[in-house]
């Protein structure tokens, strides 16, 4: 009779971790595409992410860089200071969204052009993703606009 408890609760045990490593290996396939790795300018241009590689870039939009094409294509550079890579976005721009301005994409980077999907600006004029503002302390050109 011990014995066959015994064997039953090892059977439990098992059928519990096979079904919690299932679960983790599906929940981990299912966020992939959800999980978007943050980079600065100057990461980006000094380790170059592959094409295929969806992430955020964060910066300021640089003066004098902001070119408006055909229709809804915009092209910019975003920088942090130490390095700017030029940003190709189709679409409606957010209104705060102009240069010297913070900003965050997210998108891929191909042929040395980050091609945004999505591109997030500051919501009010103090406010500023706190990975921009990390990024910007690090090249050293961040400026508190509270003093």
Do not use: C
């Amino acid at each position: 009779m011990k014995s066959l408890k015994k064997q039953r609760r090892i059977q439990i045990v098992a059928l519990a971790a096979v079904a919690l490593t299932v679960s983790t290996v599906l929940i981990g396939y299912a966020m992939r595409d959800g999980i978007n790795f943050f980079r600065a300018p100057s990461q980006i241009v000094a380790e170059p992410p592959g094409p295929n590689e969806v992430f955020r870039i964060g910066g300021l939009v640089a003066e004098g860089s902001l070119i408006r094409g055909q229709g809804e294509s915009i092209r910019f550079e975003v920088t942090d200071g130490g390095a700017a890579v030029p940003v190709v976005f189709t679409g409606v721009l957010p209104d705060l969204f102009e240069e010297n301005q913070g900003m965050v994409g997210t998108g891929r980077y191909i042929n040395g052009v980050f091609e945004a999907s999505e591109i997030l600006a500051k919501h009010d004029e103090t406010y500023m993703p706190a990975e921009v503002v990390d990024a910007l302390k690090e090249q050293g050109v961040y400026q508190d606009p509270n003093g």
